[in-house]
Each structure stands twice: as C-alpha cells, then as structure tokens.
C-alpha cells in the first residue's frame, strides 16, 4: 500500500512564497509520477504541476514561471516552491502518486491561504 502525505502550507501574504513538500511511503515502483493538484472552496479540483521518475515538469498555465516542482528521488519526495503567489492560488493542495503498478493515491491535503 501506498501513502502520501503533504505539508508546508499556511497563510502568506500576496508576492509572497510558500514551500510545499509531499513525501511517499510504502511499495514504490520505480516508475511513478507525483504531482499537485488544488481546488479552491466551492471550485474542482485542478492540476497545478506534476513530475515523473523519467520526464520533465508539467506546469498549469496559471503557474507557469512562478511555481516550480522539483523531486528527491532517493527521499520519494516531490516538493512545490510557490513564488509570486496571488489570492486566486488559495485552496487546499492536494499530492497525488500514480503508477500503473497501483490505483491513483491522494492525501490529505494542506491548505494555502494567500491573503493580506
């Protein structure tokens, strides 16, 4: 079984950063993708960035030159430096691992609250 669990987020004030961290635990394979997903209150879920062990980062349009995601391989730890952030980057930031060796795994959460 695998779980995932995230954390670094808070309030911060807009232009400001937050730094997210996602570590994964249990079974991993060797090939797998991990990546960040928001939803803001009464919104969807949305793809914010993800990452694999082979490829390059994918990035929403929304974030693209202001969040950049990065992984630690040996530690199975993606993180999500989030810089310039805006009030519309508040919600909950949810970390997702996909393989095809198990079904899509999400965790819990951790909330972002970009206000002044």
């Known amino acids: 079984q695998v779980q995932v669990v995230e954390s670094g987020g808070g309030l911060v004030q807009p232009g400001g950063s937050l730094r997210l961290s996602c570590v994964a635990s249990g079974s991993i394979p060797s090939f797998y993708i991990m990546g960040w997903y928001r939803q803001a209150p009464g919104q969807t879920r949305d793809f914010v960035a993800d990452i694999s062990t082979i490829g390059t980062p994918m990035y929403a349009e929304a974030v693209k030159g202001r969040f950049t995601i990065s992984r630690d391989s040996a530690k199975h730890t993606v993180y999500l430096q989030m810089d310039e952030l805006k009030t519309e980057d508040t919600g909950v930031y949810y970390c997702?691992?996909?393989?095809?060796?198990?079904?899509?795994?999400w965790g819990q959460g951790t909330p972002v609250t970009v206000s002044s």
């Open positions: 997702k691992i996909s393989s095809p060796a198990f079904s899509d795994t």
